[in-house]
């Protein structure tokens, strides 16, 4: 018994000894508003390291740049989330709905009984919200008056309403009626557990028997219990956050509307410490982190000044003996820092009545090797004297008194102990120390753009000595040295424009511009000019550099490039602030980078480790402006879906820096991009269908693609009208059009053949007819004349034939009586329709018609004569002729003929062919063209039915 009664005497006694070291703290936090949810009830990580949240309207889910929401509105999944708990893959709600269950790898709800009743509508009134989930018991009927669950090796410890229990039995924090229990936690630093109540805070020995209140924490309604590695504890309260450490001391975390950095409000509904001891809070109004890095450590000038003043830092400097300076657009800082904090603060502005500056613009702070500091300002250079902790100001001249150290941007000492001054509008002074500190304001040596031992201009940047001793001097885009022993001036390099100048460990002068670095080593003899070089392209702008060690931290941007001149060089981006200027604390081994209102500290281990890139991870993805909730080895996108956005995270809350990357989409990229904006969200719009392969690499320090991070396999499906079944259709639907147009190309052909032929047939027909018209005529003629001589000349003429004179016709009994009978032949009748009775019948009896139907049946005779030739004759043209109506047509029609139209037609077109083959004056195919066909097949088809044989039968029978 007094052994359990050990630790609960040792914390009540550390506590009251301090008697609450309670402070209201301004701690920095990383706060994130989350789209459609205000307050954030439960918190908890997945295996991946994804934070998962559950808020006053459904599920979130959390990678460090984008909060993504895992819900519909209106449905059994928009509710209040309490408590979360993974089994596996598995993600268990506590819910207003009752338990829940999603899935994070398929990214959605599996079904459960509470899922069930919500869909009907007379069950839903029945599900009751639960607070608490006990994934170890698998029980899950606790009710809505449980607040907290803690197993322990005695049972399952149960806070609820009524107060706390042990399974079934009830344990009183105190006589009478019991707390609200709404927090529990074991401590395995203390070895005790830890009670939240409505209104105080308990601690527990192991066999809960002994029991003591925390008197700091009286009055509070403690919410919810946490514990890091470092055994801090961390208890959540309408009041804020508390963080009690190992050794009892407490600190206080509020809200303070002055600051962005502060925890966005008061009332805290859940803490949770995740796996690199990240402390997130879950408050009334969004999530916080309170982020607790090894490598790095972000530090605003308030905790340092405890004033509001902010100060952009262009300067910083820690001397040898460990103190620190910080200068920029608001004057300059000076303290020292130890492990009880920041002590010795003194701030050095231009209105300052304790520590008065020349001017509030700082350019440069140094230390020479006699341990003095010099500051560079916009008004003259300032001495620091240590006796009084005042500043002396002195601005040089150069004899002729026109040009003056007034801007002064940059100073240093050289191995003879004289001090050189580089000035804006001004050149490079010379001056002996003492004499400088002695009141003297004239320098031994000037240096400007005129006369023959000129630099490069006037406005002088920086300088810096390298390890022979030279001098070298910016002056914006050329590099100068100077040979501090004969003062010679040497140009050593132009560039577009020189950013910053540094010398490292070893000499060398480093020299950054608009996209690359360039290292002068210093060689040749002690005081030779030669320089061999080397450069690395950074890809950037380079605003400030530093020697770490032996490798060269160069920042462009928020993006640090450590070069080692030896080997590789990494990437990184910087946390928190876009440097101005950095530099290297050998005592702390932390990189210092200053900002505006505040610098970070990182750790140079983070350069001398091998680098090992985190692979990401797809995180979202947004489709046409709306979250996908797809996932698998390969993304399938429909064609208008076409517009997407890859969320990808590498967790950059994790304990690692956040390398630099570049992507590229094999298939639609022909260069890599570059991903610097702040998140790792990678977007494409209107890409057209087909496959694609995208890779995500790492990028070294010279911007060359490093070790592959990440791939995914996207595919666009075509539109349905590209699918596969509508390209094999295109391609059947081509090859009948190709047939149709070889089919129609020959039928064309063969139709433009068919009409010459008809051309010439008739043409031929024509000529024939015309032939025997005439010689028909001119025969009549000389038979009326009885003239023989006529008749022997018509058959010359027309027939070629020599004909002998008379008496040697006489003599051989030749005669030209023969020629009659072709006049005879073509003047007897040809009976068209003498073989049938039943064609006779046909025959329409114009007399017994009266006027208007004869002159109709004249019109229609007329009509079909007149277009017997053509081919395209039909009734609808002969509608058009005649003037009638097509009922009207074929009702009269068949009154008067009994045939129909189509009928008549045909037998007026077969009437004349057979007149014609009776003649046997034209072939088939000349009658067949004559009479208005095309094609002998079917003309002979009509032939046979008209007259019951073909026409070529017909002509036989008629010779």
């Known amino acids: 018994m007094k052994k359990s009664k050990e630790p609960i005497y040792r914390i009540s006694m550390a506590i009251a000894m301090l008697f609450v070291s309670l402070a209201i703290h301004a701690q920095r936090f990383v ?56 089994e596996g893959r598995m993600l268990y709600l506590a819910t207003g709905n009752g338990i829940l269950k999603f899935d994070t790898q398929a990214y ?50 149960v806070g609820s309403l009524a107060g706390l229990r042990l399974g079934s039995r009830l344990i009183p924090l105190r006589a009478g009626e019991q707390p609200l229990v709404n927090a529990l936690a074991y401590d395995a ?170 001017h509030n613009r700082v350019r440069k702070i140094y230390e020479d090797h006699d341990g003095d500091v010099w500051i560079c300002t916009d008004h003259g250079i300032n001495f620091y004297d240590r006796s009084s902790r005042q500043m002396r100001n002195f601005i040089v001249y150069d004899k002729s008194g026109k040009y003056s150290t007034a801007w002064a941007y940059d100073i240093l000492q050289d191995k003879k102990g004289r001090i050189w001054m580089g000035s804006y509008q001004g050149g490079v002074f010379v001056m002996d120390k003492a004499a400088l500190l002695g009141g003297k304001t004239i ?29 070298g001097v910016s ?68 605003s400030t550099m530093c020697d770490v060690e032996g490798k060269i931290w160069v920042v462009s941007g928020n993006e640090c490039c450590v070069i080692n001149p030896q080997g590789e060089s990494q990437r990184f981006m910087i946390p928190s602030v876009v440097p101005l200027n950095i530099c290297y604390s050998r005592q702390t081994h932390e990189v210092m980078m200053g ?6 500290a990182i750790s140079s281990d983070v350069a001398q480790k091998p680098k090992q890139f985190t692979r990401l991870m797809l995180a979202g993805i947004i489709v046409n402006g709306q979250a996908c909730e797809e996932r698998g080895e390969i993304l399938k996108l429909k064609s208008d879906e076409n517009n997407f956005t890859l969320q990808l995270t590498d967790l950059p809350f994790a304990d690692h820096p956040s390398a630099v990357y570049a992507y590229r989409l094999e298939g639609s990229d022909h260069d890599w991009h570059y991903l610097n904006s702040g998140n790792i969200d990678i977007t494409y719009n209107g890409l057209s269908y087909g496959d694609y392969h995208l890779t995500v690499h790492a990028v070294d320090g010279e911007g060359k693609i490093a070790a592959e991070v990440y791939s995914l396999d996207i595919s666009v499906l075509p539109p349905w009208y590209l699918s596969l079944w509508c390209k094999l259709f295109y391609i059947t639907a081509l090859i009948v059009f190709v047939a149709w147009l070889v089919s129609w190309y020959f039928l064309r052909k063969e139709l ?8 010439e047939v008739l043409e031929q027909v024509q000529m024939r007819m015309d032939f025997f018209n005439r010689l028909t005529e001119d025969l009549k003629a000389a038979v009326a004349h009885h003239s023989f001589d006529e008749v022997t000349a018509l058959m010359v003429r027309y027939l070629n034939v020599k004909i002998p004179d008379v008496s040697s016709s006489v003599a051989t009994g030749l005669s030209a009586s023969p020629v009659s009978e072709p006049e005879s032949s073509s003047s007897e009748p040809v009976p068209a329709r003498s073989e049938s009775s039943e064609e006779e019948k046909k025959t329409v ?62 037998e007026m077109r077969m009437k004349r062919a057979a007149e014609l083959l009776s003649q046997g004056k034209f072939s088939v195919s000349e009658v067949m063209y004559t009479v208005g066909f095309s094609n002998s097949s079917y003309f002979s088809k009509c032939f046979s039915k008209e007259y019951g044989m073909t026409p070529t039968e017909y002509m036989k029978v008629k010779r």
């Not at 540094?502 to 030779?528: E, F, P, Q």
């Not at 433009?752 to 051309?759: E, P, S």
Request: net charge neutral.
């Open 443 to 471: 320098a031994d040596w000037h240096f400007s753009d005129k006369g023959k031992n000129a630099l490069s201009g006037l406005h002088v940047g920086q300088m810096v000595m390298d390890g022979k001793g030279r001098i």
């Open 752 to 759: 433009a053949d068919a009409q010459k032929q008809k051309a």
């Open 845 to 906: 009896d114009v007399s017994e018609l009266d006027g208007a139907d004869k002159r109709l049946l004249e019109e229609i005779n007329e009509a079909i004569e007149k277009h017997m030739i053509d081919s395209d004759f039909n009734v609808s043209m002969l509608q058009d002729v005649i003037g009638i109506g097509g009922k009207q047509l074929y009702r009269k029609m068949k009154a008067i003929t009994g045939r129909t139209p189509v009928e008549y037609i045909r």
């Open 595 to 600: 900002g505006n209102d505040g610098y970070v």
């Open 108 to 157: 959605q709800y599996a079904e459960t009984p509470a899922m069930k009743a919500f869909a009907d509508e007379a069950k839903r009134k029945q599900l009751k919200e639960l607070r608490v989930l006990d994934i170890k018991g698998g029980k899950t009927d606790f009710g809505g008056d449980v607040y907290a669950l803690l197993s322990t090796p005695r049972g399952l410890l």
């Open 189 to 358: 630093k203390r070895r005790c557990y830890w009670i939240g109540t409505e209104g105080a805070l308990y601690c527990a020995d192991l066999q809960l028997r002994n029991f003591s209140q925390i008197p700091a924490l009286n009055g509070n309604s403690i919410k919810c219990l946490s514990t890091d590695a470092a055994g801090n504890l961390y208890i959540g309260t309408d009041n804020g956050l508390y963080q009690m450490a190992l050794s009892n001391a407490i600190t206080h975390y509020i809200h303070d509307s002055r600051d962005d950095a502060s925890i966005p409000n008061n009332i805290v509904w859940t803490c949770f410490v995740d796996k690199w001891q990240n402390v997130w809070v879950g408050t009334d109004n969004g999530l916080s982190r309170l982020t607790t890095h090894t490598y790095y450590r972000y530090v605003s000038l308030d905790k340092i000044t405890m004033s509001g003043e902010g100060n952009c830092l262009h300067a910083m400097l820690q001397t040898r003996n460990g103190e620190w300076w910080m200068g920029g657009t608001n004057g300059l800082i000076h303290f020292t820092r130890n492990a009880e904090g920041y002590q010795n603060v003194a701030w050095y502005k231009q209105n300052s009545s304790a520590f008065p500056l020349s």
């Open 475 to 542: 002056t914006y885009t050329r590099l100068d040295c100077i040979n501090p022993n004969d003062m010679k001036v040497v140009q050593v390099a132009n560039s577009d424009v020189v950013n910053y100048l540094m010398a490292d460990s070893k000499g060398n002068i480093w020299m950054g511009d608009n996209n690359s670095v360039t290292c002068y080593y210093a060689a040749g003899s002690v005081m030779g000019n030669s320089f061999s070089s080397k450069t690395w392209q950074i890809g950037g702008k380079v």
């Open 31 to 86: 706060n994130t508003s989350l789209e459609g949810a205000q307050s954030v009830c439960a918190i908890t990580q997945d295996s991946d390291g994804i934070i998962w949240l559950g808020t006053d309207n459904g599920l979130y889910s959390y990678d460090g740049y984008h909060g993504y929401r895992h819900f519909q509105e209106h449905t059994f999944s928009n509710t209040r989330v309490n408590a979360l708990g993974f």
